[in-house]
């Protein structure tokens, strides 16, 4: 049996075609995948900056949702028609990192979506292991949000923010939003970062307050906002040099700089302000279940906005031109890929996911 996927083949080069679909073997489940977001880590690859890791043709996706068609051997707990979405880890248990408590960043780690085959095609098999069952209220377009939502959590958690503590997020795209939205959450005091008019009116509408680096002094607004104390807290979200700098100048004394952008070039950094100010940096790169089961909350109970996050939905067959999109810019934030149609576009949502 075949399967319609989106695969990667070279920089900027992306197929829609039949592959071999994969029967579940022991301890394995076949989805039927319904939504699947494009985030930047496949901009990533589509950009060629990670061809030394993954192996071509690639089917690309790892932020889903979808339901369970069948179970291989030994599998129990899970049922056809289950609603769930996908912790997309898969580890040795054997290395130092795993023997640690790690798992998540496993010296061997096989990240499913980048590493092996992910969730752009119409069935998708993966161990049982990595299943997260989702509430059968959550609409699976917005389930399609948990994944990104189970990094803000683990973001937000490694970089220990407590209540009333000023926090900078500096890039207002989806990670960088959803990072805001779980750190208010958590009772944080927020600014965001952003350059992009279309992101900014868009934070701004889910009531976060933001900034402009182009137009405004961020360490004067920085200086105002919290008594001359700076912040304690910055994500670097946005990948680039000028963002790195902004992150690590607006913290004040023992202010923690949480690092989540991929960036692909070593960077310059301010070294002595880390020496001056006695800084912390902590890297912060997936997640753990417990941290995808919170993004499952958030995402249920509203505190995730997802049809505010979602700019777009396309179907199978459009997922190259809309990763072309997204690298053209524009005024888009998340844009999902539905697996379940193949030959015309929707735009509303909650219609298209009526039928999953």
């Not at 192996?55 to 899970?78: C, D, F, N, Y």
């Not at 208010?184 to 868009?202: F, I, M, N």
């Not at 304690?232 to 202010?255: C, Q």
Request: negative net charge; charged residues 20%.
């Amino acid at each position: 049996m075949t399967t319609l996927a989106v695969r990667y083949t070279a920089a900027r080069s992306l197929e829609t075609a039949s592959v071999e679909a994969c029967p579940p073997g022991p301890g394995e489940v076949e989805l039927a995948p319904a939504f699947v977001g494009i985030c930047g880590t496949d901009l990533h690859i589509f950009h060629g900056d990670m061809d030394a890791r993954v192996t071509t043709p690639a089917v690309l996706g790892h932020e889903m949702s979808g339901r369970v068609l069948r179970t291989g051997p030994g599998v129990e707990g899970w049922q056809p028609g289950d609603a769930v979405t996908v912790m997309p880890l898969r580890w040795d248990d054997t290395c130092p990192a795993c023997h640690a408590g790690h798992q998540h960043i496993c010296q061997h780690l096989d990240f499913i979506g980048i590493d092996s085959p992910g969730a752009m095609q119409q069935r998708w098999t993966v161990p049982a292991t990595t299943l997260i069952r989702l509430p059968h209220t959550l609409p699976l377009h917005h389930a399609a949000l948990v994944e990104p939502t189970a990094v803000a959590v683990h973001d937000v958690g490694r970089a220990a923010v407590r209540p009333g503590e000023k926090t900078v997020i500096v890039g207002g795209g989806p990670v960088g939003i959803l990072i805001a939205l779980v750190a208010r959450a958590a009772g944080a005091d927020v600014r965001v970062v952003e350059l992009s008019a279309h992101r900014r009116k868009l934070a701004q509408e889910l009531a976060l307050t933001t900034w402009n680096p182009a137009d405004d002094d961020i360490q004067t607004l920085t200086d105002e906002w919290t008594g001359q104390a700076g912040a304690d807290i910055a994500f670097e979200v946005s990948g680039a040099p000028a963002g790195m700098d902004t992150a690590v100048d607006v913290l004040g004394a023992r202010g923690r700089l949480c690092l989540v952008a991929i960036h692909p070039q070593p960077r310059k950094i301010n070294l002595h302000r880390f020496f001056w100010r006695e800084l912390t940096l902590l890297g912060a790169r997936l997640y753990h279940r417990t941290d995808f089961e919170k993004a499952v909350t958030l995402v249920a109970d509203g505190t995730i906005p997802a049809d505010r996050l979602i700019s777009k939905i396309v179907p199978l067959t459009q997922a190259p031109a809309a990763f072309q999109a997204l690298e053209n810019g524009g005024d888009v934030m998340k844009i999902l890929v539905d697996c379940t149609t193949h030959t015309h576009t929707h735009t509303d949502a909650a219609e298209q996911d009526a039928d999953q």
